[in-house]
């Protein structure tokens, strides 16, 4: 599939974001995906999510968190990291996916970023790559909460093996779990589980 990609730069209160819009015709809803702390957009799970999502007639929009426009690695705290997610899909629904319904979601801790602000930024759905459950041999740290915070259906696609955890499925949650670790390095196998996910959000057409 041929993607044609325009790069939009947005404010936020922490700096400025990048957001690499890949519309549809016709789109159907819109699909926003946040990278994970150490990574960019350009990550074999965030590309599948991407293609099935275009497949499914959603447009999308890959963002770029302000630390890593100004060329930082290390992620800022997750306060700055919401703001300025919260500030990029509230402009990109004034902007390029405006009136349409807007899905959040990301990879690592872009996911946690997509589950905290659900309610702010109106999410419909949430798409969870490799959600980081718990540091690695750390299971009391239990980052649970915030993908039990969120209140609309949920997906999250996690490496069979990942060393951050398996989370539960919940009641509207579902689990997919694909051969790999914590990177998901197959975009073919997360593009299926997004794309078979997909298809059963009924609210995502009509509302």
Partial sequence: MVTFTHMVELETPHGLARAHAQPVDSAVAALVLGHGAGGGIESPDLVGAAEAARSAGLSVALVEQPYRVAGRRSPAPAAQLDAAWIAVVSQLC??????????????????????????????VAVVCLAFPLHPPGRPEKSRLDELDGVHVPTLVVQGEKDPFGMPPP???????????????????AVAEAVSDWLTTQAAIRTG
Avoid: F, K, N, Q
């Fill in 94 to 123: 004034d902007g390029p996916l405006g009136g349409l319904r807007i899905l959040t979601g990301g990879r690592s801790a872009g996911a946690r970023v997509a589950c905290r602000t659900a309610a702010e930024t109106g999410s």
């Fill in 170 to 188: 919940g009641p509207s949650r579902t689990v997919t779990r694909i051969p790999g670790t914590h990177s998901l390095r197959s975009a073919a």
